[in-house]
């Protein structure tokens, strides 16, 4: 399989209040390359976070599977998911959710911590993504200290500090001012483009979207490649 990250025929299927089920993707199949930026468009409540969960590992399908760097989800244990989220995957959500009581650069530390990281290579590391992001000088700060746009930078510095091979990211520029997802926008690209990270994003945003190698649309539980933004319903 050349793709890095795959998912062949996935459905989910979810219970109602009444009883009744609720079929939300009706047989996904993507595809994502390595270095590629994938944006998946949609009318809200068309599954694209149901399927960017999926993706990441943080949901299963009901059926189909789902395949990253040649281990297909299915066949992984709850630790060995949780390691694959951990090692492989970084995700960017519309909150921040930076932990409050602690400092920007102590929140991008936390990821390495956690995974057995020392101190000293986590605080080095942390220090190098921040930087990356425009944040060398707001390490210290609290996230209450941080404007909107610097939080947001800073939930990503957490994403990527551990080099995962891919990005998921869920209308992450969603809360921004049009400087700061223009800023955002261009940190993703640079992922892409210079660290040939995966970059696969839900977003509503046209301008981010046209932007994309490759627009798919999500609608009525299926996926279909879009031309451009202009042939976005």
Known sequence: MNALLAAKAIRRVFAGGDGHLLEILRGVDMEVRRGEF???????????????????????????????????????????????????????FQFHHLLREFSALENVMMPLLIGGTS?????????????E????????????????GE?????????????????LADEPSG?????????????FFRLAREYETAVVVVTH?????????????????????VSSVDAIP
């Open 38 to 92: 994938v944006a998946i468009v949609g009318a809200s409540g068309a599954g694209k976070s149901t399927l960017l969960h999926l993706l990441g590992a943080l949901d299963s399908p009901t059926t189909g599977d789902v395949w990253l760097d040649g281990s297909r989800y299915a066949d992984l244990d709850a630790r060995g998911a949780a390691e694959i989220r951990n090692r492989k995957l970084g995700f960017v």
């Open 119 to 131: 101190p000293r290579k986590a605080r080095s590391r942390a220090e190098e993504v921040l930087s």
């Open 133 to 148: 992001v425009g944040l060398a000088g707001r390490m210290s700060h609290r996230p209450a200290e941080l404007s909107g």
């Open 151 to 167: 939080q947001q930078r800073c939930a990503v510095a957490r994403a990527l500090v551990h080099d995962p091979s891919v990005v």
């Open 175 to 187: 809360n921004l001012d049009h400087a700061n997802a223009e800023r955002l926008h261009e940190i």
């Open 205 to 225: 945003n046209r301008q981010l979207a046209g932007r994309a190698d490759r627009i798919l649309l999500l609608e009525d539980g299926r996926l279909t490649t």
